[in-house]
């Protein structure tokens, strides 16, 4: 008898766990966006993404060279008409971005802090 | 055991009910001449392409009016420059009308048409010389803003050697617009950022949006946090060219006719992205007090960063900060 009456009690516990599990499935989401990435894009599409930690070097469609070196990112080669792009100084932080317009490439930095750099 | 395994497909079934909008971003570099992002969050992939497309879609629509080379078959810009006849596009007509009141309200510092001068300047871009400085005084002879006519939904040229150039106002208006459609479209969170140009619309699922603003030589000056405020940048490092060793950058001064010289960079935080753009290229061509009233009379916030690299702020821009 005794037992009967507790096992609503039981229940509405249950439930609350339940709840609490969903709720830390739900914030453990959102906690995914660590770690530094350089992204590459050619005409607007995703070309590659990079960790900016490990250093590389990029070809992008022969047309612009990235190198990623000690947490920075540069355009060290183009061929495009200004330049402009490997006169760019070297971008590490989340937000900048360098951007060879003749030839439709952009590199970013991305995850964490600004979602734009103007 | 069963209880156990029950409260877990709970837990597991709750948290996939709530599906946390997530973040897409997509890149088009065949606009305005440069660079346009746009950010936003959504429930899938799908839902994420159709805004995109509806963004693209209305940005390239206005690309094709305001660009001065232009070649498409649309009216715009580039037909009036030539003296063509057409059917003006309500666009066209309405920034030409707001460019004749920013000429007015920024004496003279905003003039869209200064066509001639900026052509000429162009031109010696490209080929990587300089202006000749006769050929200069000759052209801003044909910037006369009360020669531009607006009757009947059209807009007429009086002065056939005069060009309009939308090159200060149209992407700033043009996100504006592009904003407001994706709004009426279902859009919930975003920030279309067009060229330096950014309009915010709701928040991120962690708050605010953060715009970088840049430090003119090099890294990060300071981080603005704004949602549904539009942040807009004019900086003398955005694009620029050099000769014999010396860089000129691409906001000329409407009365010197060369590059203005009183900013490295201003940053501009309004209500609405055209007006953000407007000002932002007359406060670069403005002595602090004349921009400080300008600015205070749009209820816009402010920062300017000066050639020694001190920084100057309107009252409310720190609480952006």
């Known amino acids: ?118 | 055991m069963k209880r156990l395994i029950a409260v877990l497909a709970a837990a597991v079934i709750f948290a996939g009910c709530a599906a946390r909008p997530e973040r897409y971003g997509a890149v088009y570099t065949d606009l305005f001449d440069t660079v346009t992002e746009f950010t936003a969050y959504c429930s899938s992939r799908e839902e994420f392409d159709r805004l995109s497309g509806i963004c693209y879609g209305e940005l390239k629509r206005l690309h094709e009016i305001f660009d001065i080379y232009s070649e498409s078959e649309t009216y715009g810009a580039a037909s009036l420059n030539a003296g063509k006849e057409g059917d003006c596009p309500a666009e066209l007509y309405e920034l030409t009308e707001q460019g004749i009141n920013w000429h007015s309200l920024t004496g003279g510092r905003l003039n869209i048409a200064l066509g001639s001068v900026l052509s000429l300047w162009h031109d010696c871009r490209e080929k990587g010389i300089l202006p000749d400085p006769d050929e200069l005084r000759s052209r801003a002879g044909h910037c006369d803003i009360g020669k531009i006519k607006l009757e009947g939904g059209r807009v007429r040229l009086e002065d056939p050697e005069m060009s309009l150039d939308f090159g200060a106002v149209a992407k700033g208006y043009s996100a504006q617009k592009t904003a407001e459609l994706l709004i009426n479209s279902g859009a919930e969170s975003f920030a279309l950022n067009v060229g330096g140009n950014v309009i915010t619309y709701g928040e991120k699922p962690s708050g605010k949006w953060e715009i970088g603003i840049e430090s003119p030589d090099g890294g990060i000056f300071t981080t603005v946090k704004v949602a549904g405020e539009c942040v807009v940048t004019s900086g003398d490092y955005q694009r620029w060219y050099e000769v014999d060793g010396v860089r000129y950058h691409h906001i000329i001064d409407t009365e010197t006719l060369y590059p203005a010289a009183l900013w490295r960079s201003v940053t501009v935080i309004t209500d609405d992205s055209a007006e953000a753009d407007a000002l932002s290229t007359a406060l670069f061509c403005m002595p602090y007090d004349d921009g400080r009233a300008l600015a205070e009379k749009f209820g816009a916030e402010v920062l300017w960063i000066s050639p020694d690299g001190e920084a100057k702020r309107t009252e409310g821009f720190s609480d952006y900060e």
């Not at chain 1, 951007?99 to 103007?118: Q, R, Y």
């Open chain 1, 1 to 118: 008898m005794n037992k009967k009456i507790k096992r609503p009690a039981a229940d509405i516990l249950l439930i609350c766990a339940a709840l609490a599990l969903a709720l830390i499935i739900y914030l453990s989401g959102a906690k995914k966006e660590a770690g530094v990435n350089v992204e590459v894009r050619l005409g607007g599409k995703i070309y590659a993404v990079l960790s900016l930690d490990e250093d590389a070097e990029l070809d992008i469609d022969g047309k612009c060279t990235l190198k990623i070196e000690g947490g920075a990112a540069k355009i060290v080669k183009s061929d495009c008409p200004n330049g402009l792009c490997a006169a760019h100084r070297p971008i590490s932080r989340s937000g900048e971005a360098i951007v060879c317009l003749p030839n439709g490439v952009s590199v970013k930095i991305t995850g964490g802090g600004a979602d734009f750099v103007i």
